[in-house]
Structure formats: C-alpha cells, structure tokens
C-alpha cells in the first residue's frame, strides 16, 4: 500500500522533497492485532514541529520511516478479540494506506452515530483541545468576552461557538480571509471577526473590543499574541494552546514585548496540550456530540482527495487554504 515517509527535514516551510511517497508491504496483523484500510487522515500543524529533530511532547518523525498521525480506517482483518472485520477504528497510523497495529491502541467509531470524519476534527483532537483549553485551561465563564485566533479554524471554530453558546458577552476571532471573516461571522455566530492581514492586529483588535478581552484563546502567537496582551482586562487569562505564526520560522522569533504588562494587569498565561486532558473526554462527548448532531455547532471540513496528496493538504494548511478541519481521505 501507499505510505508517505520523511525524506529529509525542513529548514523553513516544508517542500515536496521533504516526504517521500512509496509502496509499502502490507504486514498481516500478529497476535492481538488488526489490519486497518485507512479511509480518512488528518494534517495537524503540530506535524510541522515533529518534521523538525527535537525535543518535543511527541517524538519527531524519524527520517526514512512513515509519517504518522490520526486517521480513521476499516478492520480488514482481526486477530483480537477487541474488534471485528468491518468495523470502524480510530488511531494514530495515518499517512499510509494499511496500518498493522495493537488492538489496543484503537478506538472504535460510529459512523452511525456522526460521519466518520467528524472523529478527526469537531468531535476528535481538535475538538476536545477547543473544549479542554476554554473551559479548564482559560476557565471561561459567563459573561467574559473571548478572543480567540485561528477562528475559522478546526480548534477556533469551536473555541468561539461554546463560548457564545455558553453566555460569552462578545466573542472576537480572527483569520487570514475575507471569506473566513464572513463565515465567523454569519456562519458560526461571532459578534465580530477580521483579517489580521487587513492591518496591525493590535488596532484592529482594539476596535472589535473598545471594552478589552477577558480570556484570549491563542492559536496564532506572534503579533496575535502581543495585541492580545495589550487589550486583556485585568486578571485575563490566556490559553496558550498553539503558535502557528512561527512554526515554519527557522530562527526563533522576539516574543511579545508587552509582557509586563502579564505583570501589571495580573494575567495568566497558561500552556496546555490536549494529550493531558483524556480526562474531559467523556464530558466533552456528554456536552458537543448532541450539539453537533442537531446543528447547533457549525463545522467545516476541508477535504483533500488522495493520500498521495497528502504533503499538498499539509502545506494548505499552514498557508491557511481550509476552512474547519483540513482532511485528506485516503
Ligand atoms: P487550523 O484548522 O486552525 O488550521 C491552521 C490555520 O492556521 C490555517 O487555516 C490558517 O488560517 C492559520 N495560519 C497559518 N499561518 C498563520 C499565520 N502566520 N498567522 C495566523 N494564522 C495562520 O488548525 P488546528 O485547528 O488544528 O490548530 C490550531 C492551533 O491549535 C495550532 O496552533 C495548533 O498547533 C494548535 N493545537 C494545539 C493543540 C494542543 O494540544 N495544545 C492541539 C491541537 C492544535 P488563516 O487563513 O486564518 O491564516
């Protein structure tokens, strides 16, 4: 089957000449196995950081082996007592076409229940990051007015939408398009959106909050992330959860240089990674999947056919050509 593996590392955005797309043996499932006909995969910004040799909260992919990362596939065959043929599982083989892997170490999804994409993006990682990182991380509450970036985004579109929905006073989000400030707007329910490349963040973010921001849901870093700083109210909290603004910098970028500001309006920056928050997944299930199901939260999809097309997906996604959840079925 098709596998997509790491040639080489980046240095700066990644290139086609840093994955290498081969033609791989199918491994028949030992014991306590399956075999997986992958059907659908997801591209994660994080992928980006573990193309790079370091070290991280998850291991960097290792040069001349397969990528990896969630994806959804069929049981083709079973040689544990834990799944049969035909059912459909969740787990951490993506990139390749067949995934031989410990029973173990997949979950079952009902794809009666919601599409089966929809367990790689709102009601998967992203949507359990959203949910983790509002709630406990920037613990939201009524009442508060929420900034967040990357708002039209698989993490952001979500982020917003539970915070308006659970008595935000207003609710900001930022993205990169015109397109995506109407669809935060009219689409997912913000009360106000722009395009940080319409000008500095920090005056357009002053403008949509003459009233300064209580909880900032950070995506994006960089100027985001000063601006931000800048127009929190006293004892605002920020949810530290990504910064994608320089995750293809070679050289690490200045950080904000209002962070005394952290100091003088008594702030709280808090990192999180949602490998930390299983915990919440059962309640996060109990609260958004009948949100989800009867339309109440809006999610978009960007759907890239071909695994081989994988690498593409992957640059579109840090060049921010998806709206929602960027997918590549396989
Ligand atoms: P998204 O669906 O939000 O896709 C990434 C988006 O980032 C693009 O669509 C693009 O949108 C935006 N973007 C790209 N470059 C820039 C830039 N220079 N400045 C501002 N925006 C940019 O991805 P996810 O929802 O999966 O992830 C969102 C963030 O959450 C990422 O930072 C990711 O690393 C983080 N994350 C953290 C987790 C954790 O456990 N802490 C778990 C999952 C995700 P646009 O057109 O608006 O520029």
């Given at each position: 089957?098709?596998?997509i593996?790491?040639?080489?590392?980046?240095?700066?955005?990644p290139?086609?000449?840093?994955?290498?797309?081969?033609?791989?043996?199918?491994?028949?499932p030992?014991?306590?196995?399956?075999l997986?006909?992958?059907?659908?995969m997801?591209?994660?910004?994080a992928?980006?950081?573990r193309?790079?040799?370091?070290?991280?909260?998850?291991p960097?992919?290792?040069?001349?082996?397969?990528?990896?990362?969630?994806?959804?596939?069929?049981v083709?065959?079973?040689n544990?007592p834990?799944?049969e043929?035909?059912?459909h599982?969740?787990?951490?083989?993506?990139?390749?076409?067949?995934a031989?892997?410990?029973?173990?170490?997949a979950?079952?999804v009902?794809g009666?229940?919601?599409?089966?994409?929809?367990?790689l993006?709102v009601?998967?990682?992203?949507?359990?990051?959203?949910?983790a990182?509002?709630?406990?991380?920037?613990?939201?509450?009524?009442g508060?007015?929420?900034?967040?970036?990357?708002?039209?985004?698989?993490?952001?579109?979500?982020?917003?939408?539970?915070?308006?929905?659970?008595?935000?006073?207003?609710?900001?989000?930022?993205?990169?398009?015109a397109?995506?400030?109407r669809?935060i707007?009219?689409?997912?329910?913000?009360?106000?959106?722009?395009?940080?490349?319409?000008?500095a963040?920090?005056?357009?973010?002053?403008?949509?909050?003459?009233?300064?921001?209580?909880?900032y849901?950070?995506?994006?870093?960089?100027?985001?992330?000063?601006?931000?700083?800048?127009?929190?109210?006293?004892?605002?909290?920020?949810?530290?959860?990504?910064?994608?603004?320089?995750?293809?910098d070679?050289?690490p970028?200045?950080?904000?240089?209002?962070?005394?500001?952290?100091?003088?309006?008594r702030?709280?920056?808090?990192?999180?990674?949602?490998i930390?928050?299983?915990?919440?997944?059962?309640?996060?299930?109990?609260?958004?999947?009948?949100?989800?199901?009867d339309?109440?939260?809006?999610?978009?999809?960007?759907?890239?056919?071909?695994?081989?097309?994988?690498?593409?997906?992957?640059f579109?996604?840090?060049?921010?050509?998806n709206?929602?959840?960027m997918?590549?079925?396989?």
């Amino acid at each position: 089957g098709v596998e997509i593996r790491l040639a080489s590392r980046p240095n700066g955005f990644p290139t086609q000449d840093n994955f290498e797309i081969t033609d791989a043996p199918v491994t028949a499932p030992g014991e306590g196995q399956i075999l997986v006909r992958n059907k659908v995969m997801s591209v994660d910004p994080a992928m980006r950081g573990r193309m790079n040799d370091v070290k991280s909260y998850v291991p960097p992919f290792q040069l001349g082996k397969p990528l990896d990362g969630g994806a959804v596939g069929e049981v083709i065959a079973s040689n544990s007592p834990q799944f049969e043929v035909g059912q459909h599982v969740l787990h951490y083989l993506g990139w390749r076409e067949y995934a031989t892997l410990d029973a173990k170490r997949a979950v079952p999804v009902d794809g009666d229940a919601a599409p089966l994409n929809a367990y790689l993006g709102v009601l998967g990682m992203p949507g359990l990051t959203a949910y983790a990182g509002l709630f406990e991380i920037a613990e939201f509450k009524e009442g508060d007015t929420v900034f967040v970036s990357g708002a039209a985004g698989a993490v952001g579109s979500l982020v917003g939408q539970l915070a308006k929905q659970n008595g935000a006073a207003k609710v900001i989000g930022s993205a990169g398009s015109a397109e995506k400030v109407r669809h935060i707007t009219e689409d997912l329910g913000f009360d106000a959106a722009f395009n940080y490349k319409d000008g500095a963040v920090r005056d357009q973010l002053a403008q949509a909050a003459p009233d300064g921001i209580d909880v900032y849901f950070d995506n994006v870093g960089g100027d985001h992330l000063e601006a931000a700083i800048d127009e929190l109210n006293d004892f605002g909290r920020i949810a530290a959860c990504g910064a994608i603004s320089v995750y293809n910098d070679a050289e690490p970028s200045p950080g904000p240089r209002n962070m005394f500001k952290i100091v003088k309006k008594r702030l709280r920056i808090r990192g999180f990674i949602v490998i930390d928050h299983a915990d919440l997944r059962e309640k996060f299930h109990t609260d958004v999947a009948p949100l989800v199901r009867d339309g109440k939260i809006h999610y978009e999809e960007t759907v890239v056919e071909g695994l081989r097309n994988a690498p593409e997906a992957f640059f579109g996604l840090l060049q921010g050509k998806n709206t929602g959840k960027m997918l590549v079925t396989i």
